[in-house]
């Protein structure tokens, strides 16, 4: 991908490679120029690309999804169109998904990108790039999963509406989606999630309840429990897609979409041949056509007002991938991610070391909403040099501070709000006081806290 006129260059990428000890690494490189096939496609400028759970196993080397090292990753990207393609003039607003991307071939966490033309669609007038990539493939996935779900389902005495619609995974992108669209569609959705913080972003989107996934064990040993689930979406796999299934209702219908609880499935044939149940899978990446593909976006686009207050989106460029991947594939990240392959970040940190008060064990600080921070931002809160501590945020469970680190850092945007209390619980240091009265500085042994604004800019 040489310099060219139009102001595109070859700019940087985030490559995923073998090194010498045969572990596998990411870093920010020179984008890498695509051999065969692979260079055949129409050139796009990539201005956003999804960060899906695909992309993580990518980051990994995972060999299910990197099928070739050296790899860019990314399945779907929206960007520009720079050579005319797919019947589009260049200059043309596209969005690219699936067709081997970021898999066996370079993905969208580059500044430039060469998909085949089958993978290219109009980007809707009402979506920009980043709105587009806070959708991509996890809404296309949510979509077909809706549609195949109602294909699927019987008429007559035992349709979709009724009973409760189960969400698995429900704090993750596509998971969020889901319980947005099903609930636009009028259903009653409950939704499962671990993690307290999801809670009321959830309920926003439209669910009923929200519910933690210990609860929906039933019976053990049961092959069938009570049925209470018309339908479900699961994005987890495991052992939950098994409790899941136990409890749906006869002729309910559910859609297989994720592994991130793993592949296995120890169920039997019971909910099949003494409920009617069907189990749909559900491949966002292969399967749609660039017909279907094409009419699906419009339907995002019409989904995106419903989603966009309330989604959390993390804004990432290219440097910040790594972390991203490590984080979604434990487990801690939440809603979804975009990356700017074009931007570099900014951080702007306030210290939040003074002005805690104390009683006995317990350290409260209480802090406004950061001014300044703009749509698309992310605030995190950062300890240096933490000591052993747990810890709450407007009484949300933070991870645990661990003193064998060197330091703790947690995306806490979601949470803020206008008025916020931080909250550390930690034993006192043998022969100290244990009440303080008045403000006073947090002790250097629990660590130096502060808020790390986080902004990515795109120099002109």
């Known amino acids: 991908m040489n ?95 699936g067709n081997g991307l970021g898999e066996a071939r370079p993905g969208a966490f580059a500044t430039l990108l060469r998909p085949p033309a089958e993978a290219i669609v109009p980007r809707p007038p009402a979506l920009s790039a980043r709105a587009a990539m806070a959708l991509g493939t996890a809404g296309l996935t949510v979509l077909l999963a809706i549609d195949r779900l109602a294909a699927a389902a019987p008429r007559g005495q035992h349709s979709p509406r009724d ?70 979406i699961d994005t987890v796999g495991g052992s939950l897609l098994a409790d899941a299934l136990r409890a749906v209702l006869p002729g309910g219908v559910v859609a297989a979409i994720g592994m991130a609880g793993g592949v296995e499935l120890a169920t039997t044939v019971y909910p099949f041949i003494l409920r009617g149940v069907t189990l749909c899978g559900i491949d966002a990446a292969a399967l749609p056509t660039q017909a279907e593909r094409a009419a699906l976006w419009p339907r ?9 207050p309330h989604l959390p989106v993390t804004t990432l460029a290219l440097d910040e991938v790594g972390d ?22 900014e951080r702007h940190a306030i210290n939040l070391a003074g002005a805690w008060e104390r009683a006995g064990d317990v350290w409260r600080r209480s802090f406004g909403r950061p001014t300044g921070v703009e749509a698309g ?19 949300v469970a933070l991870p645990a501070l661990r003193g064998d680190a ?3 850092s947690h995306d806490v945007t979601a949470l803020l ?31 130096q806290p502060a808020l790390e604004i986080v902004s990515h800019v795109i120099d002109p």
């Not at 990314?74 to 200059?91: K, P, Q, R, S, V």
């Not at 931002?377 to 240096?384: A, I, M, Q, Y």
């Open 3 to 97: 310099e060219r006129g139009d102001g595109a260059s070859s700019g940087r990428c985030w490559l995923v490679e073998r090194r010498a000890d045969g572990s596998v690494a990411g870093r920010v490189s020179r984008a890498i120029e695509p051999r065969g096939a692979a260079a055949a496609g129409p050139l796009v400028r990539v201005e956003a690309a999804g960060f899906n759970y695909k992309d993580a196993l990518a980051c990994s080397g995972h060999p299910g999804v990197a099928r070739v090292l050296p790899l860019v990753p990314g399945i779907d990207a929206a960007g520009t169109l720079l050579e005319a393609a797919a019947g589009l003039a260049a200059g043309a607003p596209v969005v690219i998904t």
């Open 324 to 345: 991203w991947a490590a984080a979604l594939l434990r487990g801690a990240a939440l809603g979804r991610a975009v990356v700017l392959p074009a931007a570099r970040v």
């Open 300 to 308: 995002l686009a019409g989904l995106w007002p419903r989603v966009q």
């Open 163 to 232: 009973g409760e619609w189960l969400v698995t995974g429900a704090s993750g992108g596509v998971g969020m989606l889901a319980v947005a669209a099903l609930a636009a569609a009028g259903r009653t959705v409950v939704a499962v999630s671990r993690k307290p913080a999801a809670a009321p972003i959830l309920t926003a989107l439209g669910a009923a309840s929200v519910v933690h996934p210990d609860t929906l064990g039933g019976e053990p040993g049961k092959p069938l429990v009570r049925g209470r689930w018309a339908g479900v």
């Open 406 to 408: 060197p330091a703790w």
């Open 377 to 395: 931002e992310t605030v995190r809160l950062v300890f240096t040099t933490p000591g052993d501590a747990s810890m709450t945020l407007n009484g």
């Open 417 to 447: 709000g206008d008025r916020n209390e931080l909250v550390l619980s930690a034993d006192a240091l043998p022969g100290a006081a244990t009440d303080a009265p008045g403000r006073i500085e947090l002790p250097r042994h629990l660590g």
